[in-house]
């Protein structure tokens, strides 16, 4: 399957993401884990390709099945709400 510029970056970014599972990548672009380490290794340097696995494994929340939260995104208690464009305050 070939991506765009614009996608592979943001599949990039996706992965880089704690809280992004490899099944929102999948479920987004198509690839499956293995596809996304692959694509990770050819267009990163082999040091951050290194550094990115390192953190990535293992990680619970790069796993949806691994998670210790139900549904939805994790949202911090002091995170401001954004309504309209604008932030609302507390």
Do not use: Y
Not at 79 to 84: A, D, E, T, V
């Amino acid at each position: 399957m070939e991506f765009t510029e614009r996608n592979i970056d943001r599949i990039i970014e996706m992965a880089w993401e704690d809280r992004t599972t490899f099944d929102a990548i999948k479920f987004q672009f198509g690839l499956k884990e293995q596809e996304v380490i692959n694509l990770m290794r050819r267009e990163m340097k082999p040091s951050s390709f290194r550094m990115w696995r390192e953190r990535v494994q293992g990680r619970a929340t790069k796993h949806s099945k691994k998670r210790n939260f139900e549904e939805g995104r994790f949202k911090c208690s002091r995170q401001k709400s954004i309504s309209n464009n604008s932030i609302s305050k507390r």
